[in-house]
């Protein structure tokens, strides 16, 4: 019986250049790949300035949440525990 698909077995790479569609193919893939990475950049540098912003708030209303608090939620949480918020608590007098 002979095989239904002649490039079984075979280098992807191999096969690609056969066709005459490696640096066609490479060429996208990596335009993908630095597409991918350039919007993870985009989403981390949203995450600091969000995470900068929210720091700024807390120092200048002294209103924050406790981490043995936040700790016990993201633990339930991650348990599939219903749990009540943290609350916010002053700690600055």
Do not use: C
Not at 4 to 20: C, I, Q, V, W, Y
Not at 33 to 41: F, K, P, R, Y
Not at 73 to 91: D, H, I, L
């Amino acid at each position: 019986m002979a095989k239904s698909n002649p490039h079984t077995g075979s280098r992807f790479d191999t096969f690609l250049k056969a066709e005459g569609i490696y640096d066609e193919v490479q060429a996208r893939a990596l335009r993908r790949a630095l597409a991918e990475h350039v919007a993870e950049t985009k989403r981390h540098r949203s995450f600091l300035d969000e995470a900068k912003r929210a720091d700024a708030a807390m120092q200048e209303s002294g209103v924050g949440y406790a981490m043995p608090d936040v700790h016990a939620y993201v633990e339930a949480t991650v348990r599939g525990e219903q749990v009540k918020r943290p609350s916010p608590v002053k700690w600055r007098k």
